[in-house]
């Protein structure tokens, strides 16, 4: 074969596997979909999401309390985790020190790639029992430690990595000149930070929000290990609680044995796939426009 | 008699291992209208800049020598960095709105120093927005976006926004250069009447604009003080024979 | 003036603390599992398969574990590679700049963000449908398919970063895109790939929800790509569950290895890729 037939030979393979990689979401959402039909057509969608009851031997398949379940355990996870990151970002993009953001850079990719296995360890070892322990009986309730604020702790912390990353290379985006502006009128620093680099930066910033709020939504193992997995929706921070991705997780193994069940557990598994799709293209759409407009 | 408003004296500055102004000292009139010529790269948007400090931004810049204001160094140990550029107003080159809405633009200025009155915010947004000539293009439209203006009207942003703070000079930073020349014709305008209020220093590369504009001209080459004095008199008849070259258009 | 200045300063306190949360998390976590899971860690845990009654206490090791993850690790990595060199180069030699490269790496973002139960769900179905049964060969499938949006767009961002100038001087002595793209290109973005490379295998290692659908789980290495295959993470979380005190320790001592694991990945990482940047164009 010459190069020129090499070359067009080799473009073809390059295009498909291209192609591929786009339409694998579409195929996994059609898969899904299938399998899940079978439920959907027993139920109404607000019968199967709205109803708690989660008997799946005698056929009944609420949903609700697992919505809930990761609704809450995700939303604690991001009120804890929104603060910390904003502000750990604006130090790192505005004050620290060279040799300080050389150290703590590596150091936030090093927690992104910690297991999610070794997370729910390190929370069933020390987060658990801690809650169990001091928090909830300083805050007069008594649980086995295995709760929503056990996931929301574990899930906040693996979350970090996300939303700093993000958001100090949006915060670093903004151009010089406005910064001087603002300088130029007498401002200090952290009157610029929070005036003009914040608001210039804030989709970006929001951005990087959903993008870990999706991560944390699908997050399996380590909430699986620490929330307790009981089909109720939870009414306390110190309940436990389960989550969509953890019920799947959890139940595989009898999914073909009972009827629906494969069904009803692949749909959660479709819900983890829209819900997250939609709020991924959500922000990358975003930070696309940033980047564009800083250019 | 020109009173000195702004006194340097001997002015070293380091950007790295380049030494970018050697030694630099002269007066800046009062209520006069200064230019900063010279051809480019010759450090003049780095002496101006030095005066409200905001080379203190830049990494690797050292600072030698004195900038008296009304008799106190800016360069001092317990100098409040706010102050001096709140007295100092910049104008840059390239207009630079703050992400805000046009009023906002105006108003922040004058909130971050602390006035809490917004009554008082609203006067002064509406006499700087009159003193930079861009009231009655905008008086309908203060919530939009800054950004929504064209270059020459966010230049007159920029001036009424340096206005706004209440400063006692104006640094100018090739005001005109980014602009079509009837926004530039109007921005010069303005400083011609401004100067009866303030002091302006100027850069500018163009020297019919010089011309048109000074009353005091400082001439700057590789980052030395080569000559200075009232325009007249440097531009009619120059002492030192290279700012005689460059006056003729020799160089720059 | 002390107002304005008094904010700044509660505010850096403010950000001091956020960011040594963040630290002091990292650093928690290592410190816990590895107290807690250092005393348990002895070699046989690393050198022996589990024995007889391991589940009840006696003795044995999860070698079939690491070496069961090390397996499925490279073969997804491996498989990923072959899969992202070919679509990366594409989107960046021949796509440019079009829509089409675009949309692709929108794709390939979105991929990226969805969690693994959600692909081993995927390929649970694809499984039941040909009739497969939990494999070396199943695990492997679907670790790639997590693990390859990831390798993507890493070797991605590397790439778009590489001087026009670069493809010109080659396409200048009449090369083909071809040949540009894996003489040159690929070359000049060997840091970025071997980065991706290690980040997939830390990913693959690491990863329990997209095997735990479809590689099942052995006291044995496999011999064979059809033969159920053991991983670590499934190790920590099984052994975790018992409620027998030695093997709950076991797993403490599987967390520490993998946790160490992945620590080595990354600074292997960050090693390698110093060495490699000699040939890199600037």
């Not at chain 2, 690797?60 to 009304?70: A, C, E, P």
């Not at chain 3, 073969?75 to 692709?104: C, D, M, Q």
């Not at chain 3, 995927?122 to 492997?140: D, E, K, N, Q, T």
Request: hydrophobic share 50%.
């Amino acid at each position: 074969m010459n190069r020129r037939s090499k070359d067009i030979v080799a473009s073809k393979l390059m295009l498909l596997a291209t192609i591929f990689s786009s339409l694998v979401i579409f195929i996994m959402a059609f898969a899904l979909f299938q399998r899940s039909s079978p439920i959907l057509g027993t139920q109404s969608l607000s019968e199967l999401f709205l109803t708690s009851s989660w008997h799946p031997t005698k056929g009944e398949f609420g949903f609700y309390p697992f919505v809930i379940g990761t609704l809450s355990v995700t939303g604690l996870a991001m009120i804890l985790a929104i603060p910390i990151c904003l502000l750990s970002a604006i130090y790192l993009a505005e004050y620290a020190p060279g040799k300080v953001r050389g150290i703590v850079k590596p150091l936030i990719d090093l927690l992104s790639g910690i297991p999610s296995v070794v997370y729910g360890l390190w929370g069933v070892l020390l987060v658990v029992p801690l809650i169990r322990h001091y928090v909830a009986p300083f805050a007069g309730a008594t649980t086995t430690g295995y709760s929503v604020l056990a996931g929301g702790i574990v899930l906040a912390i693996m979350v970090f990595p996300i939303i700093i990353s993000v958001s100090e290379e949006v915060f670093r985006t903004v151009p010089f000149e406005v910064r001087e502006a603002s300088f130029a009128l007498g401002a200090t620093k952290w009157e610029t930070v929070k005036h003009v680099v914040v608001r210039k930066a804030l989709p970006g910033f929001l951005a990087a929000i959903i993008l870990g709020f999706s991560r944390a939504f699908g997050e399996t193992m380590a909430v699986l290990m620490v929330m307790g997995n009981v089909a109720k929706a939870p009414s306390s921070l110190f309940d436990p609680a389960y989550s969509l991705p953890a019920l799947i997780a959890n139940n595989y193994g009898e999914m073909m044995s009972i009827p629906l069940y494969d069904s009803a557990l692949l749909l959660a598994a479709l819900i983890l796939l829209l819900v997250i799709a939609f709020f991924s293209i959500l922000a990358r759409v975003v930070l696309i426009r940033v980047e564009r407009r800083s250019v | 008699m020109l009173r000195p408003h702004i006194t340097i004296q001997k002015l070293n500055v380091f950007y790295r291992e380049r030494h970018v102004l050697k030694d630099i000292t002269v007066d800046i009139p009062e209520k006069r209208i200064t230019a900063l010529i010279g051809p480019s790269g010759c450090g003049k948007t780095t002496l101006l800049k030095s005066l409200n400090r905001l080379t203190d931004l830049v990494d690797g810049v050292k600072v030698s020598g004195n900038v008296l204001v009304d008799g106190i160094n800016i360069f001092d140990n317990g100098i409040d960095v706010t102050n001096i550029r709140k007295k100092m107003g910049l104008i840059a080159q390239m207009p630079n709105p703050l992400p805000m809405s046009i009023y906002d633009n105006i108003a922040y200025g004058p909130r971050i120093h602390g006035v809490k009155d917004e009554k008082k915010v609203e006067q002064v947004v509406e006499h700087c927005l009159q003193a930079a000539g861009l009231w009655n293009e905008v008086k309908e439209r203060l919530n939009e976006p800054a950004s929504k203006l064209s270059v020459g009207q966010q230049q007159r942003l920029c001036l009424a926004r340096a206005l706004a703070v209440e400063p006692e000079c104006l640094l100018c930073d090739e005001p005109t250069s980014a602009l079509d020349p009837i926004s530039a014709q109007y921005i010069e305008t303005q400083l011609l009447t401004l100067k009866k209020d303030y002091t302006i220093v100027f850069v500018t590369h163009v020297l019919r604009q010089a011309r048109r504009l000074a009353d005091y001209v400082i001439f700057l080459y590789l980052g030395e003080l080569i000559e200075h004095g009232p325009a007249e008199t440097v531009f009619t008849r120059p002492s030192n024979p290279r700012t005689k070259a460059y006056i003729e258009g020799v160089f720059g | 003036m002390n107002k304005r200045k008094l904010e700044e300063a509660f505010f850096k306190g403010l950000m001091l603390l956020s960011t040594s949360i963040v630290v002091g998390s990292l650093l928690a976590v290592f410190a816990v599992v590895i107290l807690k899971g250092a005393p348990a860690l002895s070699l046989s845990m690393l050198t022996q398969t589990p024995k007889g009654g391991y589940y009840l206490g006696k003795e044995g090791g999860i070698l079939n574990a690491i070496i069961g993850s090390l397996y499925l690790a490279s073969g997804a990595t491996a498989l990923g590679f072959l899969l992202s060199l070919p679509i990366v180069l594409y989107i960046n030699e021949y796509a440019g700049k079009s829509r089409f490269a675009s949309l692709t790496r929108l794709s390939l973002d979105v991929l990226w963000g969805i969690p693994s139960i959600v692909y081993g769900a995927f390929a649970f179905i694809i499984m039941l449908y040909v009739g497969a049964r939990a494999s070396l060969l199943w695990g492997i499938i679907t670790v790639t398919l997590f693990v390859f949006p990831i390798m993507t767009r890493a070797i991605d961002e590397v790439m778009k970063m590489s001087p026009f100038k670069l493809r010109e001087a080659s396409y200048a002595l009449g090369s083909t895109r071809l040949e540009t793209a894996l003489k040159v290109v690929t070359r000049q973005t060997l840091p970025g790939i071997l980065t991706a490379v290690l980040l997939a295998f830390g990913r693959g290692i690491g990863d329990a929800a997209s095997v735990l659908l479809t590689a099942g789980y052995t006291d044995s290495v496999p011999h064979s790509l059809f033969d159920p295959v053991a991983t670590l993470p499934l190790a920590v979380f099984f052994q975790l569950g018992t409620p027998i005190p030695e093997v709950q320790q076991r797993a403490y001592a599987s967390g520490v290895i993998l946790l160490v694991l992945v620590l080595l990945l990354s600074i292997a990482s960050r090693l390698s890729t110093r060495r490699f940047v000699k040939y890199v164009i600037k």
